[in-house]
């Protein structure tokens, strides 16, 4: 079947009330990361849901090891680029690390800062403690959509010391399952699990009327997101059992790269023809 913006299958945008829709009627929501305009518009063209504009730009993008570094301003200049590119996904902003953490004021703020200045649908933040929650409400009633994550929430590698599965453990499962209430309690309109055991992500899409997004959280969830440069083969050295790669573009840009140096360095390209 044909998804794309230009086929019959569905050709307005994607809002939160469309989302819960496809989760009451079981058709999947499928997201990919995205953080500028020349990928956001290929993903709209091939029919995709959801971009989220991940604070993974902190390391796929700036390199880093981990999110923590990423700013309010970056993401906002990056979500700015992956608006302009698409137009029938709905395009979400992470929160970057310590602008949402510190007072549901600041938290409020920044969100409508995101919002305001990028023209994205809404923002995505990691968490539910008491803060997060008054800073999601305050954010929900005025208009800002929220999408919650939980599970292995990578801005918390310092305090986990690690990127394995959460919630195996039933204390740590019973907390997951009872932070995803609270989130949909507070207004969230959808929740992203990352790398929890399946049984746990289906009981929770099961519990819970806003659609649940999975990443290393199994097959039950309402949908599933990935980092488009780990499906796209682009990153060779993060294989987690999660990622399917559905291309090798890492081998084709060195193949491509390579030839073009090779033909250069030949005096094969330009030819006569390629000249003016
Ligand atoms: O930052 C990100 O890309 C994410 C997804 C992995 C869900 O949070």
Known sequence: MDYSASSSYESKSITTLRLQYMKQSGIKIVCLTAYDALISKIFDECGIDVILVGDSLGNIVQGNETTLSVTLEETIYHTKAV???AKRPLIIADMPFMTFQVSADEAFRNAGRIMKETGC????LEGASENILQGISRMTESGIPVMGHLGLTP??????????????EEKEAEKIYNDALKLQEAGAFSIVLEKIPSELGKKITESLSIPTIGIGAGPYCDGQILVYTDM???TV???PRFVRRYA???DEIKLAVKNYIEDVKNQDFPSIEESY
């Open 232 to 234: 796209l083969g682009l």
């Open 121 to 124: 649908a809404g923002v995505k």
């Open 155 to 168: 801005q918390s590698i310092n305090k986990f010391g690690s990127y394995k599965a959460r919630g195996k």
């Open 248 to 250: 090798r573009l890492n």
């Open 237 to 239: 050295d993060f294989n």
């Open 83 to 85: 608006v302009k590119g």
